[in-house]
């Protein structure tokens, strides 16, 4: 079998995980491109850190993460008032192994997000406290569907078959090791930025 560049240039473009990556890296940062040029006030997408590492606080070991974004209202004055940390994992699907999202309406319980308030005090110190949003308000609202299984496919001798999908749930269990991390970082906010604004940080 000869190999030829077009061959290999749609390899790299359908089945290569780096490549899906880095193009997932495009998108955001092409939407910060054309976020950023508005007013001091409106929503501002910070450039993605890609590929740094971070301490699991589970198993203690360090682990790779492949983006985090950070998503910041200020106010006039150009303090930071509000942000939203993103914690991404890229995982490259092929067309031939499908992955299904099962999953059921979100019940009132389930209908919530979490803030981390971190104020800077007159003292030089932080303080830090967390509210919840429950339904009403949530950016989760209730009886939208909510993925509580996946299930992965391939094709074998002209059938569907379910396939694992353990390397989907290592990709999601990661995002959500990762979080943590960002969590506590948002704690520290109030201190990291000055003035005597509060910052907030959702927790997912």
Not at 123 to 129: T, Y
Not at 145 to 163: A, P, Q
Request: hydrophobic share 35%; with cysteine; net charge neutral.
């Amino acid at each position: 079998m000869s190999l030829n560049p077009t061959d290999v240039k749609n390899v790299i473009l359908e089945e290569d995980d780096f490549g899906y990556e880095m193009r997932v890296g495009k998108v955001f940062a092409d939407v910060a491109a054309n976020t950023n040029k508005g007013h001091l006030t409106s929503p501002r997408i910070e450039t993605p850190q890609h590929g740094g590492t971070y301490t699991d606080s589970v198993t203690g070991k360090p682990r790779q993460f492949d983006y985090r974004c950070q998503i910041s209202i200020s106010n006039a004055l150009g303090d930071l008032q509000k942000t939203v940390i993103l914690a991404v994992e890229c995982k490259n699907l092929h067309r031939s192994s499908p992955l299904v999202v099962c999953g059921r309406p979100r019940t009132a319980e389930e209908a919530y997000h979490v803030f981390i308030k971190s104020e800077k005090d007159g003292a030089g110190g932080v303080f830090v406290s967390t509210s919840k949003v429950d339904a009403t308000a949530s950016l989760y609202r209730q009886s939208e569907f909510v993925g509580k299984s996946l299930v992965r496919l391939k094709e074998k001798n002209g059938k569907l078959e379910k396939d694992s999908e353990a390397d989907i749930y290592d990709r999601w269990s990661q995002a959500l090791a990762s979080s943590v991390d960002l969590a506590v970082m948002a704690g520290r906010y109030g201190l990291i930025y000055s003035g005597n604004q509060v910052n907030e940080g959702t927790s997912i």
